[in-house]
């Protein structure tokens, strides 16, 4: 097992109105992902890079920790998809 295999990420969620925002949070080097979903269930994934701020910013902004299993699910929602014939 490798070093980013043993890592816990810390995962944050927001619901909006109309979509929810998903963070993931790398607590050693802070980088992350952070996904946007949408009401049509169209998912952006984006890749970021945090600083040692991000819980800071993320409580201002009023995300509330939440399930790594939610998350992981949204991002293998393609996985699970299957198209009809």
């Keep these: 097992m490798g070093k ?3 890592i816990v990420y ?8 109309d979509y929810q925002v ?5 607590p ?12 049509d269930g169209k998912i952006e994934k984006t890749d970021m890079q945090f600083d040692e701020d991000i819980y800071e910013d993320l409580e201002v902004d009023e995300f509330k920790e939440s399930s790594p299993l939610e998350f992981q699910l949204y991002m293998k929602r393609d ?7």
């Design 4 to 6: 980013k295999d043993a």
């Design 79 to 85: 996985f699970f998809t299957r198209e009809e014939d």
């Design 10 to 17: 810390k995962y944050f969620k927001r619901v909006f109105d």
């Design 28 to 39: 050693i080097d802070y980088s992350g992902t952070e996904l946007i979903v949408h009401p």
């Design 22 to 26: 998903l963070v993931s949070v790398n």
